[in-house]
């Protein structure tokens, strides 16, 4: 159930968000679309080393439903270039407490 303090969280290094950007502004169509959506628009919960937590208001990552499955079709490929990482959704708190660890 989406809420309003629900969030899409993500737990992944540095090189996989990048090739996870890349991957998004290809299914999206440009770097000017990509820039300009929800989904390039992330928040940063926390760093430790090369490990980046991010996370979007559930709400806001659903409006446009082809930005959404182009992020859910680039984490394929992370799987496929070996880029490690956590994706989870829920309760805000819960979601960065569980990434955070």
Do not use: C
Not at 80 to 99: D, F, M, Q, R
């Amino acid at each position: 159930m989406k809420t309003q303090n629900n969030i899409v969280g993500l737990k992944i290094t540095e090189k996989g968000l990048g090739i996870l950007n890349l991957e998004i502004m290809k299914r999206i169509g440009s770097p000017a679309k990509y820039i300009k959506s929800k989904i390039a628009n992330y928040r940063i919960f926390g760093k430790k080393g090369d490990v980046v937590v991010i996370g979007w208001k559930e709400k806001d990552f659903y409006k446009n439903p082809i930005h959404a499955n182009a992020f859910h079709n680039s984490l394929k490929q992370l799987d496929t270039k070996e880029a490690p990482y956590v994706y989870i959704t829920g309760n805000e708190e819960k979601v960065i407490e569980s990434l955070l660890q």
